[in-house]
């Protein structure tokens, strides 16, 4: 099974969000970058992904779910009213996928931006890398222990 790191702003969708309704598969819709529609692509159900809040007062990895459906057309792709809306996408050629995910765990502590950065063995994590902005992204076996071996400490 691979390990994902995926990004998120808590006002949007938060480990919370998850932790709320642990039973239920929420899909992860609305992203608009193609390398990581890419990497959507490529998760399959099983899939271990970290929950990463940005864009927010405390930022880190929060916690961890898993996909419990791989990758399908996004249906906001289609909806006019959505604001993920692609007028380009059809349901013969769509443009954008989506995947379902469910709720593993709620860290303990918020593992932060800095931290990350300062931990021997991150350096080529994607997250930590200067210029890197992915929504979301691979994260290596290596690179999984040493991230949760970081909420022990």
Known sequence: MAKWLVKTEPSE????DFAKKPDTCIPWD??????ARNFLRQMAEGDQVLIYH??????GIAGVVRVTRSAYADPTQFDAE??????KSTQEQPRWQAVNMQFEEKLPQ??????LKNT??????????KGNRLSVMPVSEGEWQIIRSLQCD
């Not at 969708?13 to 919370?16: L, R, V």
């Open 13 to 16: 969708c938060s480990i919370n």
């Open 30 to 35: 609305g992203v608009r970058n193609y390398q």
């Open 54 to 59: 940005s864009s927010c007062k405390n930022i």
């Open 82 to 87: 959505s604001p993920y809306y692609d007028p």
């Open 110 to 115: 918020l593992i932060s931006l800095d931290r």
């Open 120 to 129: 021997e063995g991150l350096e080529e994590l994607p997250l930590v890398r």
